[in-house]
């Protein structure tokens, strides 16, 4: 069974830290790419950041470029979103999705181009 499972949400102040886990099963979690997407109350769903399938490219939103940091680990079938500097305007359910692409290729930041999503994560900062 196919699945991506988020973690590691919660309620944190301003300036705080939290580290999202994105486990995944059922597929070769080595031929996929994987991003990070949110959504806020109202707001249209955002490209957060992406990680390659070695890790080789990443990229980020410049809204959270400097404070967060993607990685994986292709033995755990973990992808982690370390998330520094928190500031309201983070606040929003945090999902995790993976894309089939080929070994060396950049990651993308569209989400139609996404083949599976997690459930989500609830992150809320506010003091």
């Known amino acids: 069974q196919l699945q991506l499972v988020e973690s590691g949400g919660g309620l944190v102040q301003p300036g705080g830290s939290l580290r999202l886990s994105c486990a995944a099963s059922g597929f070769p979690f080595n031929d996929y790419a994987i991003g990070w997407f949110r959504q806020a109350p109202g707001k249209d769903r955002e490209g957060v950041s992406c990680i390659s399938i070695v890790a080789v490219s990443t990229f980020y939103a410049d809204s959270v470029k400097g404070r967060f940091t993607v990685s994986r680990d292709n033995a755990k079938n973990t992808v982690w979103l370390q998330m520094n500097s928190l500031k309201p305007e983070d606040t929003a359910v945090y999902y995790c999705?993976?894309?089939?692409?080929?070994?060396?290729?950049?990651?993308?930041?569209?989400?139609?181009?996404?083949?599976?999503w997690g459930q989500g994560t609830q992150v809320t900062v506010s003091s």
């Open positions: 999705a993976a894309r089939k692409t080929g070994l060396f290729r950049r990651c993308v930041l569209q989400g139609t181009e996404y083949d599976y």
